[in-house]
């Protein structure tokens, strides 16, 4: 799983109205046409309790000036958390969704995947004082039931709390702990200060890359 990208995309008084969002990645040729293999190359990977793949089809949730943030679309996958990326490059990343392998679902007592049972609110650029807040981005991490872990951030477009079949939750013994580092900060403030900038300021955001 290792290239996940996240971006995190500061207050800024300009607002979101005019982001012009990524443009998708063309090659600058067709590809030639391969040989259909039987079970081979077919994009899923078996990691034991669970069918992984990589989807590259995203809707968009919301934009700031810096970022564009999606959620994946994956027919029988389950999202594990959301994608974002930077404006200034072609819409070309990918994200893991995972879906429970039919024979483990009756072995083990605990499933391998499950829902959140609720969602805590980690970041709005939403004005408070404000009556008008539909447009607003909001960043959600789920509340994972007892031996689970959440993998991922929601985002949302409005206050609105994400619905708990947006997401699930992957069972504590199929994790592992990783490292990260930062790939690309703009107008970041000061780390010690673990405060938002005021509103008004300009945009920051971080893109941190996931090292596996």
């Known amino acids: 799983m290792g290239g996940w990208s996240w971006l995190c995309c500061g207050r800024s008084n300009a607002g979101c109205a005019a982001v012009q969002l990524p443009e998708p990645f063309h090659l600058p040729a067709l590809l030639p046409e391969w040989p259909q293999g039987g079970s081979f190359a077919k994009g899923t990977i078996c990691i ?3 069918d992984v793949v990589n989807i590259t ?3 968009s949730i919301w934009s700031c000036s810096g970022a564009s943030f999606y959620e994946p679309e994956g ?3 389950h999202c594990l958390g959301h994608y974002a990326q930077q404006n200034n490059c072609p819409l070309q990343g990918f994200l893991i969704v995972a879906r429970e392998v039919a024979r483990h679902q009756q072995i083990n007592s605990k499933p391998a995947l499950e829902k959140p049972l609720d969602y805590s609110l980690v970041w709005t650029n939403a004005n408070l004082n404000e009556d008008e807040n539909s447009q607003c981005g909001c960043f959600w ?3 994972p039931p007892n031996g ?3 993998l991922g951030y929601v985002v949302t477009k409005g206050p609105k709390k994400p619905s708990l079949e947006s997401v699930r939750c992957v069972r504590d013994d199929l ?3 990783c490292s990260f580092n930062c790939k690309y900060r703009k107008c970041m403030p000061n780390l010690e200060d673990k405060a938002l900038p005021p509103r008004g ?3 920051w955001y971080t893109s941190w890359h996931i090292l596996l």
């Open 148 to 150: 689970y872990k959440a």
């Open 141 to 143: 991490l789920p509340s």
């Open 75 to 77: 027919d029988g996958f």
């Open 57 to 59: 089809k995203f809707r």
């Open 201 to 203: 300021e300009r945009t």
């Open 175 to 177: 994790t592992a702990t």
């Open 48 to 50: 034991g309790e669970l």
